[in-house]
């Protein structure tokens, strides 16, 4: 009976008085719509024994990509350097 949502920014959260938990940490990471990008940094995540919680992907359909990835706070670091950023 519970559902998640993920808000930028959090000033249009509160302005519709939602009830918000956290800050909770989260990467997003935008490429080129190359094939086969998703699966290489969540390659890199694993090799890093970085634990994700959730991950979600969008298109804009003319090249490029983009997904939100949240990792447990102890895995935040690894998760930075695993991906070089």
């Given at each position: 009976m519970r559902s998640q949502l993920t808000l930028f920014p959090e000033d249009a959260a509160r302005e519709a008085a939602?009830?918000?938990?956290?800050?909770?940490?989260?990467?997003?990471?935008?490429?080129?719509?190359?094939?086969?990008a998703f699966t290489r940094n969540h390659a890199r995540l694993y090799e890093a024994r970085v634990h994700l919680y959730t991950s979600a992907g969008?298109?804009?359909?003319?090249?490029a990509f983009g997904y939100r990835s949240c990792v447990r706070p102890e895995d935040d670091d690894r998760a930075v350097e695993a991906l070089g950023v």
């Open positions: 939602l009830a918000l938990d956290g800050p909770h940490a989260a990467l997003l990471v935008q490429r080129g719509d190359e094939l086969g969008v298109t804009d359909g003319r090249g």
